[in-house]
């Protein structure tokens, strides 16, 4: 988990992002977590001997690697004028989009390559990682935000205790992710999944142009769902370090994680549970026959 000490202009170019994950569909806002966040002050723990971390209550499930599912891909229903070049696509899509209603998801989006840029993080985000740049969504507003505390520890020179600052995440830091979380939730609409179908072809053929072999859009784009469903809870507060220049979870697990299960954690607990909720729902949506 890293984030740099440079400051982020508003909605600016996450993100040092699922995140995810904005596109078009029901689940469009997945590519709203594809940020990351930007921290303060210079690393301290390190300068101290002997700094002992709280202890971690947040739980890593462990999963053996499967076989990727494939899925069919959606029938789109009859339009009544054909789509547009993907090329000259963009401002087709932003009116569709903005005609979806969801207060603030237009003002979030970069209106440049729309389609390319969602399809891409899409793909990158099946992966569990976030797209650095290329990003379908602007950032959200402010620098990552840890709280600093003291704990006492032994270790000087004659066996006396001294006190080690340490870090932990803020609760203010779940803030940021506010708006991305109730835009999400305004896309599981069934106006947007008959955009998202309206608009499949397109996107398909974007992930075509990817090379990435992974099959088909759709299949992706649902896997990348579930990767973002099978992020651990946390639970107790998510001890940080700051040996350099970013922040880390002290916890080695945690650290570990692929970069959207981190997101998910940076967001909050109650901001994370509403993302679930909603991608359950736009899953199922997509899956419907």
Known sequence: M???NRPVSAMGAFAKWVVVIVAVGAIGAVGYFL???????PPKLHDLPNPVPLQQTTSVQQTQPLEKPVYDEPVPDPIPQPL?????SDATVLAALKALNVNGLVEMIIPQDILRKFVRAVDVLEEGKIVQDY????SPQGAFVADAFNVKVSGGE??????????RLSPKNYLRYTLFVQVLS???????????????????????ELGSGKGN???VLIRAIDKVLSAPDANGDLLLIHPKVYYEFADPALEKLPDVHKLMLRMGPDNAEKVKATLRNARAKLLRK
Do not use: C
């Not at 940020?35 to 002050?41: Q, T």
């Not at 547009?84 to 000259?88: F, L, V």
């Not at 008959?194 to 996107?203: C, D, E, F, H």
């Open 186 to 208: 305004g896309l599981e609409s069934d106006a947007a999944v008959t955009l998202y179908k309206r608009y499949y072809p397109l996107l398909n053929r974007a992930h075509q």
């Open 35 to 41: 940020i990351g966040d930007e921290v303060g002050k």
């Open 217 to 219: 859009f759709h299949s």
């Open 158 to 167: 004659l066996g006396e205790q001294q006190e080690v600052e340490q870090f």
């Open 135 to 138: 990003r379908p969504i602007a």
């Open 2 to 4: 890293q984030y740099n």
């Open 84 to 88: 547009p070049d993907i090329n000259q």
